[in-house]
């Protein structure tokens, strides 16, 4: 989300002074009201990986999101869309469009929740488009080495574990962030936020209080049920990486950061 101008407080974007001293990349790329799609993302994030290469510097990738994490380093791929074949292909009822996939892909259900309207018809968009069923996207290289965690770019991978205290920690930092002004901001924004960013935790959470709809009270104890929800996904998707060294929490920042460099040094460097 801080790829957002504007969505400054509420996403703990570098400061000002922090992007001075460090380069920082894939910050501030699109508006508010803009789509800013994984795909886009990754795009951004492979030219400035091939540009830090050329010029034989390493990034540091720090954040939450994990499709966007193994967008920049693994080979996950996004197939077209179209409006117009999905409208089409909208228009068919449930049962029919499950069918046809089937139809097509005898072992779809293998690899398409079938029960899932959604799945299918992307599923049925990307066949019409590239004539790849299922079966045939799972059968590829790429696909396999996605499976198997063989990343595109060679890369070390540390987890901090948030050990005991988490909730703690995610209140006073949400305190933090409205002694900022995170209120005020999302004030700002919320005529402006666009259908994937105001779905981004601190401002969906505020956009009733700021509505009129709800107490501050209200607002931030939903920013905290969000915040650890976050938290709880994020572990169990990365949990699944098996190229995660996981490091114990420190309430020192200073020794986290000394015991993530030593382990920087003995972590392994997974390559394709």
Do not use: C
């Not at 179209?82 to 690899?111: K, S, T, Y």
């Not at 988490?166 to 409205?178: D, G, P, S, V």
């Not at 015991?259 to 460097?269: F, H, N, S, Y």
């Amino acid at each position: 989300m801080q790829v957002y101008r504007g969505m400054d407080i509420g996403t703990a974007k570098p400061s000002a002074a922090d992007r001075r001293r460090v380069p920082h990349h894939l910050v501030d790329l699109a508006e508010p009201e803009d789509e800013f799609t994984v795909a886009e993302f990754q795009a951004a994030g492979h030219e400035v990986l091939e540009d830090l290469a050329r010029r034989d510097a390493r990034a540091l990738v720090a954040g939450g999101s994990g499709l966007h994490f193994r967008a920049l380093v693994d080979p996950l791929e996004f197939p077209p869309t179209d409006p117009g074949v999905r409208a089409g292909l909208a228009a068919l009822p449930e049962p029919e469009a499950r069918r046809r996939l089937e139809r097509a892909d005898p072992g779809a259900a293998d690899l398409v929740d079938l029960a899932n309207p959604r799945r299918v018809l992307r599923a049925l968009e990307v066949l019409e488009l590239t004539g790849l069923t299922p079966s045939r996207r799972a059968a590829r290289p790429e696909a396999a080495a996605l499976r198997e965690y063989r990343p595109t770019t060679p890369l070390k991978l540390l987890g901090v574990d948030p050990g005991d205290g988490l909730a703690e920690r995610a209140a006073a930092r949400i305190e933090r962030m409205h002694e900022r002004g995170l209120l005020d901001e999302v004030r700002r924004l919320a005529p402006r936020l666009g259908r994937t960013a105001r779905q981004a935790v601190n401002y969906k959470e505020l956009l009733p209080v700021v509505a009129g709809e709800a107490s501050l009270a209200a607002g931030k104890e939903a920013q905290l049920r969000a915040t650890l929800a976050l938290a709880k996904r994020q572990r169990t998707y990365f949990g699944r990486d098996p190229r995660v060294a996981w490091l114990p929490w420190h309430d020192d920042p200073a020794e986290r950061a000394r015991a993530a460099w030593a382990a920087l040094q003995e972590a392994p460097t997974w390559t394709s």
